[in-house]
């Protein structure tokens, strides 16, 4: 080899990646540099040879290469692989005589040795060269390429780990985890076993192979245990009642051998185990402890003994074991279930520690091989139990079956009632030895209690494995079980006493010492995990497996030890197994031949600490043949090398080449007892890994360049110091004092707690700081670069830990908490508290006990400056420009800021604390809270009270959260008898101008009290305004304690906000007493949104202003009598309902209208009760001091009644009209709420009465009583109205004689009803009160203007809060009026038009005040003539009041456009009167009215808006009240439309020459015939029938006009000329088309016209038309058909 040593490369690469080789450990030994043209970046040694993977991604291999095509006994110089050029190579594996490699996409090369297999190719027992292997998973519909992320190669293996971190295996022998019946397997398969799993690391020895295997976390879903054998399919579990208890067997026995496991793997047993028996008189075993995990199955096998044996004494309650049957031998590890989180599975290890008891080892040794079933305890020292074969009573048996019984009571309740996704794995663990044995049950039940641990498992082996593995305080682990225990009920009531004293010590230390909620979330994706477990697999001859037998295992099998153990990295050798803890140890186990293990304890089956002094922190181990390298922190920064194992000779290689196998020559030199320092290593550099092979030894070191690499090695080797301190810390003093039985009678509850959740953050932060150390480690080992740090990415992490956990203690440092803590700490640790002084790092002498305690809670926040050192050192390292640097020194910047901070924090709570020991009177308690810091206080009377009495004395103290004023009176003896707290969120300080007073005064303002301090000093005055100010602010920020502010007051603005968001409950007398108001705050009054809630109940949410409610808001009142909730909506003002709103009453009316003063007052409707209930009523009209008071409908719909009239006082009181459904009509007086005084009464048939009223529909009186035929009676009435009337009076009978005249007597109606412009007041003069006005037409018109504007804004915002109120068309009908017309000015058409457009557009949306008087105006219009309404008399008052609507608006549209003429005012026309001159009968004349819209009217503005709203119900009245007539018209009509067209034309007397001839069907003329029909003046007929779907009279007139026009054009047609309609020609035409467009209620469309047409339109051409259309109808009802 070449030998020279090279300070550095050419290329600027030789500072990085050098490559140092040696072999053995004697002080001659010096390392030979092999030169390569790139820094190395991963070494892998076989036996004979060894890889080397380059920058860049190329692979070297050198040594013995006897696989290639010219076989290579001695490749010295590093040789190029070649046939991976083109391929980026990221890892390269060597087994002993094979190679891999793994390129950057994640495929696999193999070459090298393949005689079984191990290179994954079939057929060939030598690959020369690198050759591709594909992984290809068959689980998926089409197979894919796996992708992989590292291999390991073994002797005659290989191992590769997928990107999904499943684990492939391929070669031969028991270690590929395969359940293979043949060797070799040349195609890579997945280890099934391990499925599901997160793997994290794989190493493969030479017959072995281990896995690092990320815990289950509590969110794994795992499938359920399997219940069925997956051979034979018998139920593994059979239940048998017994009268008071089940027995659960697991006694199924498979012919196959093949035990199902939870995860429904199969473990292989080469032969099938018999069942063995336990004797019956055993005694109860020795207690055993083992802190089972959250949800996994509590494992219960049977210790065995051979049946034939019978009973044999056991001596000193031990074991004595025969091993009678070869048959029992079983290589699998019998029934070892992989399942959740670790699953205990029933090993030898328990076996093993009873056996270790036995005087013979040997003989030991020798029985563990014969798979003896075994015991694991679960829970808290409750045995577990054994076999009844024979029933004698022992303790163990009435336990079991106690306890079986209690299970079988319970299984299916308490699985539902605890909820825990494994809990029947509690009572059916799925491995169960193959015996006859019932599941004996412990007490408690494993479960994470309060304490969901992130990912933490908690599964420690029983305790003579702790013993035996010396590792750590037995009882602290026991505890650690009794933590995540909770005792289900009843499961302990049957188990004996005795039992129940060991299991039941004091509940008290159950104490989460794990992570409690984990770290930030996000830290568990960012942080390597530190929960992992190790599982091995293959032969075990040498004990390689850790499992405590030297068996060989088929399957992954966990070792338990190293559960809990946080291995953050596994390491094989040829026959030896290493495991690496995140604190820094070493475990190792398997051969010990050469002493590679790093210790001589026996026996080495299980995992052992290698024994290194103190001080000495492992971070990377490597394994050869019979030799171990470990790459460790010494005192220096760089990194030193411990060897242990075998030494190795000069010349010694040559000897042993011929003989491979040659293992059993062990004294080929000497070998270590323990790991012995290499002398050279400081000479190497930084070491950054190690490799160890065959029997080299290779070590890849960096030279420091720029310090970089050394600062690296430093911020790395400072964590892992650290880590181990806090480790130390938290074993050795944290958890005793919190396991002290005295604990919580010391302490006390609330300081109990503070210690406990200070535990709790402290666990958190050691927990993260051994995840980063464990993240700058690999760091160290592959990249050793500045942009894997954590701390600089996620930098936020550690400062939030630090923070809370600077919280933590300070909170228990201010309830004296370390006070307290004084005594036990003193009774725990003696009066030489040495360990305590040593970890708090104290150096004074005798020191007190608290302030060791103070001390040793805040070393860790020391580290804060640890970080900024390094990071800065880091940053030196690069250009000040680079980005780099900025990073490192933003970072640095940010740590040495929390340092700051967390000094402040730690001030802070000692002066808050020594404050509290001062403090006089009983105040502290109630004062004293633990996020609560002193600020300052005035006991050097700085600060004093205004106007205070003479001898009151008052103190003030400000806290960051409040300002607590202390009274008292001078002489007394406890000074301070009241004090008071102002919570610092809504107090308000402003200073007091001095204005030559010479009082330096602040006001302070609180919601309910303001007062004047006076300062003694201008000084004093700006010290307490600033304290205060910043208090507030801090308080308002949430900033309180545990992120106070990093700037200390620099730059900080002065003043906190006078508008905040706060919360406050109201103390003082009065409306708003022990109220809770949480919202926006103005200088002390609730200002803005907010919720206020009394404690009876009432809620108020909303606006509020000036403290009180003021604006939309909802309000809650509970009604105690009825179990229900009033509920209002709407409008408040000052505090009271104001305005719109809805109220919802809890009987269940509702009141939806104007409120003033908290009172209905205004328009508003009452509904009561449900339709089907005892009164549903509703009423609508006007409210007057919460009474009905003025004009209102009542529709009684029990009664079918309906009311329109005046009120008083909720009585009926004026003149009014009743209608019913039985068509009563009555119209008159109303007193006391009865019918009283003078009044008319009609009924259906027209009888009618016109007199006195003394009740309800109850004549007393004079009167005068008409038959509908017109005879009468007139006298004196008395009798209820339909039940027999006692008369006094004369008959007549008018037409007896007068045949000749019409009916004398016709009453006229309407004359003692309401007048229409009475009607509704309420609700016009609320219309007005939204524009401002007090009363009609009376006030600003641009004050209006604003008050609309103002109106629409707020509806919008308040439409934006939700805008699922409106429609999307409505809110751009909202836009569009956002533009007001203009409005003074002479008015043109066109601003005619642009106003008639505003308003249809405003009488469009409710938001409007015009739209809300349309939609109150349509609402009350629908209420009075709908339903019992629909009474045909009433038709008058209905078309009255439309009349009257319309004068109404109208006033309010030309007080809002004052230069709108008046009704029927004119508006000038733009161009010349031309129009005006034409002749009525031009046909030429446009399709408009006449004179279009220059006339102005309310009808003609308004009821196109008006109208189409309430033209359903005034149509039925039309319809109604013209029934007869349109009855005897359409009857008519039917007949005649029965004539052809001809036929029709000619009855009814059409000219001759008006006749069609042909007319135009499909496109082509046709003939008309005789019998031709409904095809003459077809078009004018269509138009015509178009008057039913039009609204308004100038619509109608309109369709009546289109229909002319179209006649005159078909005539025209005929004539061929021009032509002016006579009359008596138009008239009959005309007629045809009326009939022959068949209206049905033809009657009422004229009536209506005729009602509201619009008065300017009468005489002029629309006029004409219409009385023809008028005549028509008059003229069809009155047609004799001869």
């Known amino acids: 080899m070449e030998t020279q040593r090279k300070s550095s490369g050419d290329d600027g690469g030789g500072e990085r990646g050098l490559l140092h080789l040696w072999q053995g450990y004697s002080c001659s030994v010096t390392p030979e540099r092999l030169l390569l043209p790139r820094p190395v970046l991963q070494v892998a040694l076989g036996t004979h040879h060894g890889l080397l993977l380059v920058e860049g991604g190329q692979v070297y291999s050198f040594g013995e290469l006897p696989w290639k095509q010219s076989p290579i006994l001695e490749q010295v110089k590093p040789l190029l692989e070649n046939a991976l050029s083109g391929q980026r190579v990221v890892a390269v594996a060597a087994g002993s005589f094979h190679c891999g490699a793994v390129t950057e996409d994640g495929g696999v090369h193999m070459w090298g040795d393949n005689g079984a297999g191990q290179c994954g190719l079939s057929g060939l027992s030598i690959v020369p060269n690198p050759t591709p292997v594909a992984l290809l998973d068959s689980d998926s519909s089409a197979p894919q390429t796996v992708p992989v992320l590292e291999l390991s190669c073994g002797g005659q293996h290989t191992l590769a780990l997928s990107v999904q971190r499943e684990v492939w295996a391929w070669g031969s022998g028991y270690q590929l985890g395969l359940s293979a019946a043949v060797f070799p397997v040349w195609k890579p398969q997945k280890v099934e076993h391990l499925a599901g799993r997160y793997v994290l690391q794989v190493a493969c020895g030479s017959s072995h192979s281990l896995a690092l295997v990320r815990c289950l976390g509590p969110n794994d879903v795992q499938r359920p245990p399997a219940d069925k054998c997956g051979h034979c399919h018998q139920l593994l579990y059979t239940m048998t009642d017994k009268e008071d208890h089940v027995i659960i067997s697991d006694s199924h026995y498979c012919p196959l051998g093949v035990e199902l496991t939870e995860d429904e793997a199969k473990l292989e047993a080469p032969a099938p185990t018999q069942g063995l028996k336990t004797s019956p008189s055993e005694p109860v075993l020795p207690s055993y402890t083992s802190s089972a995990v959250p949800a996994t199955p509590t494992q219960v096998t049977a210790l065995s003994k051979d049946s034939e044996k019978g009973d044999t004494a056991i001596p000193n309650g031990v074991l004595h074991v025969s091993e009678s049957e070869p048959t029992a031998q079983t290589k699998g590890g019998n029934g070892a279930p992989a399942g959740a989180k670790s699953s205990p599975y029933p090993d030898e290890q328990a076996v093993k520690d009873y056996l270790q008891k036995l005087s013979d080892h040997t003989q030991a040794e020798q029985m563990a091989k014969g798979g003896l079933h075994t015991l694991l305890s679960s829970a808290d020292s409750v045995p577990l139990s054994t076999s009844p074969s024979s029933s004698s009573g022992s303790t163990l048996n009435n336990l079991v079956a106690s306890c079986a019984s209690a299970v079988g009571e319970r299984v299916a309740s308490t699985y539902e009632a605890l909820s825990l996704k494994k809990m029947m794995n509690f009572y059916l663990p799925s491995g169960l030895s193959k015996s006859g044995v019932p599941v004996g049950l412990t007490g408690t039940v494993p479960t994470a209690v309060g304490d969901n641990t992130t990912e933490r498992v908690r599964q420690e082996d029983s305790v003579q494995a702790k013993k035996s593995s010396s590792t750590g305080d037995i009882r602290e682990e026991e505890a650690e079980g009794l933590r995540r225990r909770l005792s289900l009920p009843g499961l302990l009531s049957q188990v004996s006493p005795r039992l129940l004293r060991k299991a039941g010590r004091p509940r008290m230390r159950a104490v989460a010492l794990t992570p409690l909620g984990g770290v930030a979330h996000e830290a568990q994706e960012v942080l390597p995990t530190l ?106 920064i760089q990194p030193i090398i411990y060897y242990s194992g075998q030494q190795v000779k000069e010349g010694a290689e040559e000897k042993k080449q011929d003989e491979k196998e040659g293992e059993e020559e062990e004294q080929v030199g000497g070998y270590t007892q323990q790991p012995v320092l290499l002398p050279f290593c400081m000479n190497l550099g930084y070491v950054s890994a190690v490799f160890a092979g065959g029997r080299r030894c290779i070590a890849l070191s960096d030279q420091n360049v720029m310090g970089f690499i050394a600062s690296l090695h430093e911020l790395a080797a400072a964590e892992r110091k650290f880590y181990c301190k806090l480790c130390n810390m938290k074993m050795q003093i944290i958890r005793p004092l919190l396991e002290l039985e005295s604990l919580s009678s010391a302490l006390g509850q609330v300081v109990l707690g503070l210690l406990q959740s200070l535990a709790g953050r402290f666990s958190l932060l050691c927990h993260l700081t051994g995840q980063h150390a464990a993240s700058l480690t690999s760091n160290l080992r592959r990249g050793r670069d500045v942009n894997g740090l954590l701390i600089l990415d996620h930098a936020d992490i550690f400062l939030d830990s630090y923070n809370e956990y600077c919280s933590a203690v300070g909170h228990f440092q201010v309830m004296g908490g370390f006070h307290v803590l004084t005594k036990p700490s003193l009774d725990f640790f003696g009066k030489s508290p040495e360990l305590l002084q040593r970890l708090a790092e104290c150096t004074e002498e005798n020191p007190a006990m608290a302030d060791l305690l103070v001390a040793f809670f805040y070393l860790p926040t020391r580290h804060i400056h640890e970080y900024g050192r ?70 050097n009377k700085a600060l004093t009270l205004q106007n205070a009495g003479r001898f009151s004395v008052n103190w003030f103290i400000l806290f960051n959260d409040a300002l607590v004023h202390a ?61 205060i100010n910043q208090a507030v602010d801090q308080a308002l920020n949430g900033v309180g304690q545990d992120t106070a502010s990093i700037s200390s007051g620099v730059g900080q603005k002065l003043e906190p906000p006078t508008s905040r968001t706060a919360s406050y409950t109201f103390y003082k007398d009065g409306r708003l007493k022990e109220a809770t108001y949480e919202g926006r705050w103005l200088n002390g009054k609730p200002n803005g949104r907010g919720v206020l809630k009394w404690p009876d109940g009432r809620i108020y949410t909303g606006l509020f202003k000036n403290g009180l409610e003021d604006g939309f808001g909802e309000f809650l009142s509970p009604n105690k009598t009825l179990n229900k909730n009033d509920h209002y909506q709407g409008y408040w003002k000052e505090g009271k309902m104001n305005g719109l709103g809805t109220y919802r009453y809890a009987s269940g009316e509702v009141y939806d209208g104007s409120f003033q003063d908290g009172m209905r007052h205004g328009h508003g409707m009452l509904r009561t009760g449900k339709l089907n209930t005892s009164s549903p009523s509703v009423f609508i009209g006007q409210w007057l001091h919460d009474k009905k008071t003025g004009y209102g409908v009542f529709d009684d719909i029990t009664k079918g009644e309906k009311y329109m009239g005046m009120w008083q006082e909720h009585q009926r009181q004026g003149t009014a009209v009743v209608v019913t459904q039985f068509g009563l009509y009555y119209e008159g007086a109303f007193k006391d709420n009865k019918m009283m005084g003078t009044g008319v009464l009609l009924s259906e048939d027209d009888t009618t009465y016109e007199g006195e009223f003394s009740d309800d529909w109850t004549l007393n009186g004079k009167g005068v009583l008409t038959m509908a035929n017109g005879d009468y009676l007139e006298g004196s009435f008395n009798g209820e109205w ?253 007949r005649l439309n029965k004539q052809p067209d001809l036929a029709l034309l000619a009855f009814l007397g059409v000219q001759q020459k008006f006749w069609p001839v042909s007319v135009p069907a499909e496109g082509e003329k046709q003939q008309v015939l005789s019998s031709t029909k409904d095809t003459c003046f077809a078009s004018a007929v269509e138009t015509l029938q178009q008057i039913s779907t039009t609204f308004t009279p100038s619509d109608k007139l309109q369709v009546i006009q289109l229909t002319f026009e179209e006649i005159t054009q078909v005539v025209q047609a005929l004539l061929k000329q021009d032509f002016l309609w006579s009359m008596d020609d138009l008239f009959p035409v005309f007629l045809y088309v009326v009939l022959r467009a068949r209206i049905r209620n033809l009657g009422s469309e004229v009536s209506l016209i005729e009602d509201l047409m619009d008065p300017c339109v009468q005489h002029g051409e629309h006029g004409i038309m219409f009385t023809t259309l008028k005549a028509c109808y008059y003229q069809i009802q009155h047609e004799k058909i001869t």
């Open 967 to 1027: 009274q008292g009176v001078a002489p007394c003896k406890n000074l301070f008898s009241t004090h008071h707290v102002f919570p610092l969120a809504t107090l308000w300080v402003e200073p007091i101008p001095e204005d030559n007073t010479g009082l330096y005064g602040l006001k302070v303002i609180t919601p309910e009290e303001t007062f004047t301090l006076l300062a003694s000093s201008a000084m004093e005055k700006a010290k307490w305004l600033r304290s």
């Open 531 to 636: 929960q992992t477990e190790v599982w091995s697999w293959g032969h075990g001859e040498h004990g390689q497996l850790g499992h405590r037998d030297n068996m060989a295992r088929l399957q992954p099998l966990c070792i338990k030890s190293l559960t809990n153990k946080e291995v953050v990295r596994v390491a094989a050798g040829a026959h030896h197994s290493l495991a690496v803890t995140a604190q820094s140890q070493v475990y190792s186990w398997g051969s010990n031949s050469s002493g590679q293990l790093g210790h001589m304890e026996t026996p080495s089956t299980v995992p052992r600490l290698a024994k290194l002094s103190d001080g000495i922190r492992v971070w990377d181990v490597s394994a050869g043949d019979r030799h171990t390298l470990l790459l460790a922190d010494g005192d220096c």
């Open 870 to 939: 390094l990071l800065l050192k880091l940053a030196t390292c690069f250009e000040v420009s680079s980005s780099d640097y900025q990073r490192l020194q933003d970072s640095c910047s940010k740590f040495e800021a929390l340092a700051l901070q967390l000094k402040k924090k730690r001030k802070d709570a000692e002066y808050t604390f020594h404050f509290w020991k001062s403090f006089p009177g009983k105040m502290t308690d109630s004062l004293r809270k633990p996020q609560r810091r002193l600020i300052c206080e005035s006991s």
């Open 1282 to 1534: 339909g039940s027999g009337l006692k008369v006094t009076g004369s008959y007549f009978k008018p037409h007896l004689f007068e045949t000749d005249k019409d009916k004398t007597r016709t009453v006229k109606l309407g004359r003692l009803c309401v007048c229409a412009e009475d009607k509704w007041q309420a609700v016009f003069e609320e219309c007005w009160t939204q524009l401002g006005c007090e009363a009609p037409g009376q006030g600003e018109n641009w004050k209006a203007w604003e008050n609309i504007a103002v109106a629409l804004t707020t509806s919008r915002r308040h439409i934006q809060d939700s805008p699922e109120v409106l429609s999307r068309s409505h809110s751009r009908t909202l836009e569009s009026l956002e533009v007001i017309p203009q409005h003074v000015g002479p008015i043109t058409l066109d601003r005619y038009h642009t106003i008639r457009l505003y308003l249809i557009k405003a009488c469009d949306t409710p938001l409007h005040p015009l739209g809300r008087l349309v939609e109150t105006l349509v609402a009350v219009y629908r209420m009075t003539y709908v339903g019992v309404g629909a009474n045909r008399r009433l038709l008058p008052q209905a078309v009255n009041e439309i009349k009257s609507y319309l004068n109404r608006i109208f006033q309010i549209v030309r007080f809002l456009f004052p230069d709108l003429p008046e009704e029927g005012g004119l508006i000038p026309e733009p161009s010349t009167n031309l129009q005006d001159k034409r002749e009525p009968g031009s046909t030429d004349a446009p399709l408009e009215s006449p004179k279009p819209g220059r006339v102005v009217s309310s009808s003609a503005l308004l009821l196109p808006v008006l109208l189409p709203r309430l033209y359903p119900p005034l149509f039925t009245l039309y319809a109604l009240d013209k029934e007869k007539e349109d009855d005897v018209y359409w009857e008519c009509v039917l």
